[in-house]
């Protein structure tokens, strides 16, 4: 079974600095994963996500991850932080063993950038 | 105009009583999603639907319902309300295209129990 794990549930940044949120996936199966991002009062909306090919994937805002197999991680990075990107971030991995298309999320992890 | 609205926004109720949140899209996918987000919990799923005739429970569907009126349309419904259903409830959509497909998601209704 597929299952997400994200390390640290609040990872606190200054502007400016490098953000890196880790997430770890455990798969039997070659995975294809996700990142959604939830600002505060709304719904989630991807981020970036990869699927097959190339390893690094650029999403939107700035923000990228690397597929890294060995590793089995997929940890989200921007160079930059702005205070725009606080908010909670979501791994998922898609669900191969329940029905096609679920995804199975990580607990979330909350970002918080200091001016 | 919002492409998976959801309604309500926000509904206080007290324990028992049954209470209805409803889904709908525009987006003309086939698959739909009832999620609950708890803090520290991230999102559970409650219930899926792949088409009209096709409704399966997801991880934690005990205490839930749904209905699948339309193509468009997906209700929650919680028949007997308890305090730990308090909860963010997110609807979603999904273009079936495998494993790799995307999920849209409405911008959530907060229910209190009480």
């Known amino acids: 079974a597929q299952s997400v794990t994200q390390l640290g549930s609040h990872v606190s940044v200054s502007e400016g600095a490098l953000v890196l949120l880790r997430c770890n996936y455990s798969?039997?199966?070659?995975?294809?994963l996700f990142w959604y991002v939830q600002y505060p009062n709304q719904g989630l909306q991807l981020l970036l996500k990869?699927?097959?090919?190339?390893?690094l994937v650029k999403g939107i805002n700035g923000f990228e991850a690397e597929f890294k197999k060995s590793e089995t991680s997929f940890h989200l990075t921007k160079p930059s932080a702005h205070m725009s990107d606080a908010a909670e971030y979501f791994c998922?991995?898609?669900?191969?063993?329940?029905?096609?298309?679920?995804?199975?999320f990580g607990k979330g992890t909350k970002l918080s950038v200091k001016p | 105009d919002a492409d998976v609205t959801q309604t309500p926004r926000n509904r206080i109720t007290k324990t028992g009583k049954r209470i209805m949140l409803e889904c709908s899209q525009t987006?003309?996918?086939?698959?739909m999603y009832w999620y609950r987000q708890d803090p520290g919990l991230g999102l559970r799923l409650i219930y899926y639907?792949?088409?009209?005739?096709?409704?399966n429970k997801g991880e934690i569907s005990d205490g839930y319902s749904v209905s699948r009126q339309a193509q468009a349309k997906f209700s929650l419904s919680l028949e007997s309300a308890i305090p730990n259903q308090t909860a963010l409830y997110f609807c979603?959509?999904?273009?079936?295209?495998?494993?790799?497909?995307?999920?849209?998601f409405g911008p959530g209704t907060r229910l209190l129990v009480l």
């Open positions: 798969s039997s199966v070659p995975p294809y």
């Open positions: 979603a959509t999904s273009d079936p295209v495998g494993p790799k497909e995307t999920q849209y």
């Open positions: 990869y699927t097959t090919g190339a390893t």
């Open positions: 998922a991995v898609s669900d191969y063993g329940g029905s096609q298309g679920n995804l199975i």
């Open positions: 987006k003309g996918h086939d698959r």
């Open positions: 639907s792949f088409d009209v005739k096709d409704i």
